[in-house]
């Protein structure tokens, strides 16, 4: 139980206990109100006022009055009614103490809680196509669905995070038709050479096979025969699907390993596709799903949900076959409680169709899709068909080449070495926070020249409001950091455990009081962010408790202070760190030393 939980929980017992037993109020009835001059918490009277037939306001007024709230110390500074709420405002410097000693013991899963009760979770995120370009709109589907991996750990449950890889669809006869049109054995070589990554060139060549279709009608039964020539599994054609295909898995191992993304398994499409068509001839045997004008259909008509195709007339395969495939496979290897699948909300309708279908033949497993908006340039919309997208191969290069020039102005004395890794940190941080800095609902414009500010609502920010507590605790005076060699994170740890609760009395400016509080908040945070799946939620406080620790910083002398204050305020200071740190882990960014 975190320390703003106990406040909590001493609140309800009190109003409690003078209420009538079959009138009880819940924790949960707390809430924050909407300006923090309010009050800390707040008690909306309106059901309670309801039960008592009483009215809101009276309710309100007979609770403020309570001598078991306004003379019982119980972590309360001041009870007011206002209205039909009634507010509360907290003993900071007591919850200082207790917050302070929950943070060192905590550390690194200060806000983690075990309300997932360790169920398994299997989350499909990084749905991407081989033979096809990775673009920054596959990159808010991994930023998004890794932030999600690690926020649902944080509430206990046991994440399986797998991704699920289409490497079997005709976008490959499209970009093997491509191949083979414009370019011959003896150019490929220099071709692929002459762009360094093989999977980033066969995003191009994707291009140019995908754009010969539109033009030429006979360009599409060329590329209908080279797909069912991939589909034997034998032959030159199948040996260069091989081929080409481990050069877009190699690429996708390296976006994964520069983004600290790891998955505990991955699928792909050629693997579950065969026990997906055998799946598929039973269900129709069974009378699942059903033939209609040649091909095979799931009529879902009576869910509304419209009509299902799973085969074309022609007998070639859609999407459901793999799907089917897929889902017998990850129940068989996980047996997960909940399966949550990751895709943008184009393919809404598709998922709520394919889950009924799995739901009728038995799945007992709870099903989520959670689906994100586009990612769009400035100028509009991307699409990979057209090739007007941008890579993330291209984004990743821009932006690393303007962080090192930044790096560069702010540190002329830093070694190339040093300046590259500051870089590459800021780097990562823009794309992931771009990505994950607002809700899946919002469509995403991604400006470059904006994700690297270190003003505003950005990574660096963030990143640079971290930089500067270290740089604060580094000078300071109280661990005589001559002596020993320590991490700033050891220092923070120190402090704390310096810290006793008497010295939360040193702990009484404003700004202190504020920014405790908000620390107090982070473990609701948290919850709040796996209750919705949305890790704008923890985005969006970071930016909140890095502006009130900003305000704060210009405001309050920190090292300039007295030795009791000093030490009190670093020991303040050194928890918004540890905070800002957890925080930005659960979305994947690391923090940073200097910057």
């Not at 669809?169 to 692929?192: C, E, M, N, P």
Request: glycine content about 6%.
């Amino acid at each position: 139980m975190n320390s703003l939980e106990k406040a909590k929980q001493q609140i309800v017992k009190k109003i409690n206990l003078v209420l009538d037993d079959k009138t009880m109020i819940k924790e949960s009835d707390l809430v924050f109100p909407p300006d923090s001059k309010m009050g800390d918490l707040s008690l909306p009277c309106f059901d309670l006022a309801k039960e008592l037939k009483k009215t809101p306001v009276e309710i309100s007024l007979m609770l403020a009055n309570l001598s078991e709230l306004s003379s019982d110390r119980i972590g309360i500074e001041s009870v007011k009614a206002a209205g039909p709420y009634l507010n509360f405002i907290l003993d900071k410097t007591a919850l200082a103490g207790e917050l302070f000693k929950e943070i060192n013991k905590s550390k690194e899963k200060f806000g983690w809680n075990k309300d997932g009760k360790n169920k398994k979770v299997t989350i499909e995120y990084s749905n991407a196509n081989t033979h096809k370009e990775y673009h920054i709109g596959h990159l808010r589907n991994i930023c998004y669905g890794d932030a999600v991996n690690r926020i649902l750990e944080a509430n206990g449950f046991k994440a399986i995070p797998i991704s699920y890889i289409n490497d079997f669809g005709i976008h490959v006869a499209k970009t093997l038709w491509a191949l083979k049109k414009f370019y011959q054995k003896d150019k490929l070589s220099h071709r692929v050479a002459e762009n360094g990554n093989k999977g980033a060139f066969l995003g191009n060549v994707y291009v140019e096979g995908a754009q010969a279709v539109e033009k030429n009608e006979a360009v599409k039964k060329e590329i209908n025969q080279l797909m069912a020539k991939i589909e034997t599994r034998q032959g030159a054609e199948y040996k260069l699907w091989q081929t080409t295909r481990k050069w877009s898995i190699e690429q996708f191992a390296k976006i994964y390993r520069e983004l600290g993304v790891k998955f505990v398994h991955t699928t792909y499409e050629s693997e579950v596709i065969d026990a997906g068509r055998k799946i598929v001839e039973k269900l129709l045997k069974d009378g699942v799903l059903k033939e209609s004008q040649g091909a095979v259909i799931a009529d879902l008509e009576q869910y509304s949900l419209g009509i299902l195709v799973v085969l074309r007339s022609d007998g070639t395969m859609l999407y459901p076959v793999a799907d089917l495939g897929l889902a017998a496979a990850r129940v068989k290897k996980f047996k997960p409680d909940n399966s949550i699948i990751v895709v943008d909300i184009r393919q809404s309708l598709y998922f709520k169709q394919l889950f009924k279908v799995l739901e009728l033949i038995g799945f007992k497993e709870q099903m989520v899709h959670l689906g994100h908006e586009f990612v769009k340039l400035p100028s509009g919309m991307m699409s990979s068909r057209t090739g007007n997208v941008i890579t993330y191969e291209d984004l990743r290069n821009e932006l690393f080449k303007r962080a090192s020039e930044e790096t560069k102005k702010r540190h002329t004395d830093w070694l190339e070495k040093k300046i590259n890794e500051v870089a590459e940190e800021l780097t990562i941080g823009a794309m992931k926070f771009e990505m994950i800095k607002v809700s899946r609902a919002a469509t995403i414009t991604f400006e470059i020249e904006k994700a690297l500010r270190f003003e505003g609502f950005t990574a660096a920010y963030l990143q640079y409001t971290g930089a500067r507590i270290q740089s604060i605790l580094r000078k300071s005076e109280i661990l005589n950091p001559k002596s020993e060699t320590i991490s700033h994170r050891e220092a923070g740890s120190r402090l704390r455990e310096k810290f006793k609760i008497q010295n939360s009395k040193f702990l009484t400016e404003k700004k202190e009081g504020e920014l405790i509080m908000k620390l107090a908040k982070y473990p609701e945070i948290v919850k709040v962010a796996s209750d919705k799946y949305e890790p704008s939620e923890i985005a969006k406080y970071l930016f909140e408790l890095a502006q009130e620790f900003n305000d704060y910083y210009h405001e309050v002398p920190i090292l300039k202070a007295e030795l009791e204050t000093r030490v009190a305020r670093l020991a303040l200071i050194s928890a918004v760190n540890q905070v800002l740190a957890n925080g930005l882990n659960l979305l994947g960014i690391e923090t940073m030393e200097e910057m």
